[in-house]
């Protein structure tokens, strides 16, 4: 059974930062693509990061994304958060690195002004 747990959600202060985990179970971790996703309340999810089958780190703005194949867990590091950021925050695996197939229950993160 595949399972994919965030943790490391939580509130924080615009202007701080948190790191989000994804540790998957019941899949052979190296050979999925991976991402991040996000939906906050009233909106439709978007993707936030995706990180390859091996796993090159990626920036983009505020967030980074890496993994460690060696131990099933993927990261999403997001600094200068700000009130928009709020959100459920979900990790997914792709076989392919375009269709998500395996999800996450998410994790909440909340920025206050």
Do not use: H
């Amino acid at each position: 059974q595949v399972q994919l747990v965030e943790s490391g959600g939580g509130l924080v202060q615009a202007g701080g930062s948190l790191r989000l985990s994804c540790a998957a179970s019941g899949l052979t971790f190296s050979s999925y693509a991976m991402g991040w996703f996000r939906q906050a309340p009233g909106k439709e999810r978007e993707f936030v990061l995706g990180i390859s089958r091996r796993g090159a780190t990626s920036t983009k703005g505020r967030f980074t994304i890496s993994r460690d194949n060696a131990k099933n867990t993927m990261y999403l590091r997001m600094n200068n958060l700000k009130p928009e950021d709020t959100a459920a925050y979900y990790c997914a695996a792709s076989s392919d690195g375009t269709n998500y197939i395996y999800w996450g229950q998410g994790t909440q993160v909340t920025v206050s002004s």
